[in-house]
């Protein structure tokens, strides 16, 4: 027969965390720093699976001293860093269509050095960047960018990530960032002409 002091050691014991509590805990937290480095919804959550999946196979590894969730971000930032390296070596042939597709809306098509439309000056981007409004449709714009660029662009222009950091981390070279995040500024100026700083300043 069981003890009273057996059941109450038994009763007070912690129940053992595992890939459901950590979900439920920290599922949405994981999923945003994943997301806000790559990007694409789809391969945020793939990572926070691969994250949990990896923790919980090094769980005996884990001595509490730091937080659960500390834990979790640290291998879910190498989940990038190796998804990183595989974008910049798996660039698709669809990708590389879209970026001449881009190229070829900014310039004309007799010229490559002219543009087809002179950009058109932006107003006021100083006051664009305390807006809430304007933070969406970039991220909306990042979002739609081929995942390398985006990742790339966010790490470098938001995050303030070096080059040779970033280099490291995705395994690349610097010359190969520079040409990714020029074709990421081409399409981003576009959505953003298209979407922000082309629309029409609502009268006060």
């Not at 014991?13 to 997301?35: C, E, N």
């Not at 004309?108 to 933070?135: C, I, V, Y």
Request: charged residues 25%.
């Amino acid at each position: 027969m069981t003890s009273k002091k057996t059941k109450a050691v038994s009763a007070a014991s912690p129940p053992v965390t595992g890939p459901v509590t950590w979900l439920a805990q920290h599922g949405d937290a994981l999923y945003r720093y994943a997301y806000y480095r790559v990007y694409d919804s789809a391969v945020a959550e793939d990572l926070v699976q691969e994250t949990l999946l990896a923790a919980w196979r090094a769980h005996d590894n884990f001595r509490g001293e730091s937080a659960e969730r500390t834990w979790l971000t640290g291998i879910l930032k190498h989940k990038i860093i190796d998804y990183l390296r595989r974008a910049h070596r798996e660039v698709a042939l669809e990708d590389l269509a879209a970026d001449a597709d881009a190229v070829d809306r900014l310039f004309a098509q007799e010229a490559q050095d002219h543009w087809r439309q002179t950009p058109a000056p932006w107003k006021n981007p100083d006051g664009a960047l305390e807006s809430s409004e304007f933070w969406d449709i970039l991220r909306d714009c990042l979002a739609a960018l081929p995942a390398q660029q985006a990742a790339a662009f966010a790490a470098t222009e938001i995050e303030g990530l070096s080059v040779s950091d970033f280099c490291k981390n995705a395994d690349i070279s610097a010359t190969n960032l520079y040409v990714t995040l020029h074709r990421a500024r081409l399409r981003l100026r576009e959505c953003l002409e298209q979407n922000w700083f082309g629309q029409e300043t609502p009268s006060s």
